[in-house]
Every structure is written in C-alpha cells, then in structure tokens.
T-cell receptor
C-alpha cells in the first residue's frame, strides 16, 4: 500500500523569506501523481501544485515550486517570498495512475506559520 | 459559479442519533468522495463513488453509509455505530479518466457529538 509521510508537523518562516516543506512517499508504481494542497484557517482545501511522475521537470506555480526526486521518492515544496497569506496547513498527497479510482492518499500535514 | 457545497457548516449530534451530511456539486463531475479529518491524521477516505448508483468503501467506512442517486449529490450518513464521529468532514469531486483529475473540495462540515 502507498504511504505519504510529512516529517515536519510545524514550520515557521519570516515574511519574504523562503521555506521548504518535506514530503516522502512509498509506492511500487512507476506512474503516479503528486499534489500539494493548502488548508488555510477557513479549512477550504486548495490545490497548490501538482506533478506527474513521468515528467522530469519540476512543477512551478508562481512562488511555489517543487523538488521532485523520483528515485528518492521525495516531493518537497518550496515557497519563495513568503507572504502572511501563506500561513496554513499544507498536505502532500499521492494518487496512482490508472485503476478504478482517483483516490488520494494524504500525509499528516505541516502547519506553516509566517512571521511578519 | 461552479463548485461544491456542504451543509450544514456545523452539526451537533447526541449520542445514538444518526445524522446526514449534505454534499452537492454543479461541476458535472462523475466521481465524488468523502474524507474525514482529525488532528494529526491528515485526511482519510470514508467512501467514494465513481458513477451514479455505485459507491465503494474507503479506508474507514465502518459506521458510515452513503447513497448516490443523483450525479450532483452524495450525502453521508454518520450512524450510531460510528464510535468516535466528532471530526471535520470534507466532500470532494473529480472528473473521470487518467489525467490529473485533481479533486475539488467543499468547505467542510464540523460534526460534534454531545
């Protein structure tokens, strides 16, 4: 069974600085998708960024980028120029490719605080 | 505007009572999901449905039931058999296929057992 591990329960960053959130996963599949979701205090889950395993290029969305290391099964999220609105719980998630479901497997989350 | 709505936002239940959480989507998505969120445990899948009139158990289905009579609606019933129902419940939907098919989430329902 696939698992997703986020080893940092809490992180803190100064406004305008850069922070990296870690995520590792375990799978025997060769094709899959990885996601980072943000959950602000409103508790609405928002997709931040996604990565297809067969793509070597790391995904980037504005200030958010990932470092995808397929061999190491690592999928970290880098937030540049951190803003107060980035304060939230961040979840890493895995989805297999193919099969009968789009089931997402989530990590336990990292709570990010942004200090002014 | 297309999206997912969940109601109510807060729900209180007495022990021994069944309660039903509503989830409606107007995104024309085939697949819908129910997740439970507890502190320190991330999101865990309760039930999912790939198509109308069909649904499957997720990882923690015991004490829950669902129905999928309409494409737009996927209500979750928390039964008295659920031993620890106090949690935050999230509904999601996604289109079918093998592309990204990201899941879109509703705003959630906070259930508290008194």
């Amino acid at each position: 069974a696939q698992t997703v591990t986020q080893s940092q329960p809490e992180m803190s960053v100064q406004e305008a600085e850069t922070v990296t959130l870690s995520c590792t996963y375990d799978t025997s599949e060769s094709d899959y998708y990885l996601f980072w979701y943000k959950q602000p205090p409103s508790r609405q889950m928002i997709l931040v960024i996604r990565q297809e395993a067969y793509k070597q290029q790391n995904a980037t969305e504005n200030r958010f980028s990932v470092n995808f290391q397929k061999a190491a099964k690592s999928f970290s999220l880098k937030i540049s120029d951190s803003q107060l609105g980035d304060a939230a719980m961040y979840f890493c998630a895995y989805r297999g490719y193919g099969g009968a479901t789009n089931k997402l497997i989530f990590g336990t989350g990292t709570l990010l605080a942004v200090q002014p | 505007d297309g999206g997912i709505t969940q109601s109510p936002k807060y729900l209180f239940r007495k022990e021994g009572q069944n309660v039903t959480l509503s989830c409606e989507q107007n995104l024309n998505h085939d697949a819908m999901y129910w997740y439970r969120q507890d502190p320190g445990q991330g999101l865990r899948l309760i039930y999912y449905s790939q198509i109308v009139n069909d649904f499957q158990k997720g990882d923690i289905a015991e004490g829950y039931s669902v129905s999928r009579e309409k494409k737009e609606s996927f209500p979750l019933t928390v039964t008295s058999a659920q031993k620890n129902p106090t949690a935050f419940y999230l509904c999601a939907s996604s289109p079918p296929g093998n592309s990204y098919n990201e899941q879109f989430f509703g705003p959630g329902t906070r259930l508290t057992v008194l």
